[in-house]
C-alpha cells in the first residue's frame, strides 16, 4: 500500500476536533462495552484492520471475552452470547454504518427504545458516526495496524 498524508500533520485542527468527539463520548451514559461493540462491528463492516486491531485490544482490556470479539460479525446467529439491548445497539451500528442501504429503520429505532432513552439513542449514534469518521481517516490515509495517527 502507497504511503499517504498524515492527517494530524496536515490538519492538526481537525484532528483536534475529531478527538473533541471522543472526549464528548467519553462522558455519555452508554457503558464502555456497548462503546467498544460499537467500533469493533462499524470497523468491521468498513474494512478498517487498523480500527479493528485498536478496539478489539481496547475491548479485551475492558473485559471483553474473545469469543464474543470472535462472533461479532456474526451476532445476529450467536443466540444468547450478546443480550437484547447489545443486540439493539449492534442493530444501531449497522444500519447508521450501511446509511445509504435503508438507514436506521423505524423498527430498530422502535427497539432500542425499549432498552435506551432519547438521548442514550443520539449518543450511540454519535458514537457510530464517530468511528465512521475514524475509518474513512484511516483507510484514505492508509493508515497500518501499530501506527498511529501523530
Not at 31 to 40: D, G, P, Q, T
Not at 71 to 80: P, Q, V
Amino acid at each position: 500500500m502507497q504511503k499517504r498524508i498524515n492527517i494530524n500533520s496536515a490538519e492538526p485542527e481537525a484532528l483536534k476536533a475529531m478527538m473533541g468527539l471522543e472526549t464528548y463520548l467519553s462522558k455519555v451514559d452508554i457503558s464502555k462495552s456497548l462503546k467498544e461493540l460499537i467500533k469493533i462491528r462499524a470497523s468491521q463492516i468498513n474494512g478498517c484492520a487498523y480500527c479493528i486491531d485498536m478496539h478489539t485490544k481496547d475491548a479485551l482490556k475492558n473485559g471483553e471475552t474473545n469469543q464474543r470479539i470472535f462472533l461479532l460479525n456474526a451476532w445476529r446467529e450467536t443466540g444468547a452470547i450478546f443480550t437484547d439491548e447489545e443486540k439493539a445497539v449492534l442493530s444501531i451500528a449497522e444500519e447508521v454504518t450501511l446509511i445509504h442501504q435503508q438507514g436506521l429503520t423505524d423498527e430498530t429505532y422502535s427497539n432500542a427504545l425499549n432498552y435506551f432513552s432519547e438521548n442514550q439513542i443520539a449518543q450511540i449514534v454519535i458514537a457510530v458516526v464517530t468511528i465512521n469518521a475514524w475509518n474513512r481517516i484511516a483507510l484514505s490515509s492508509h493508515l497500518q495496524v501499530g501506527n498511529s495517527f501523530a
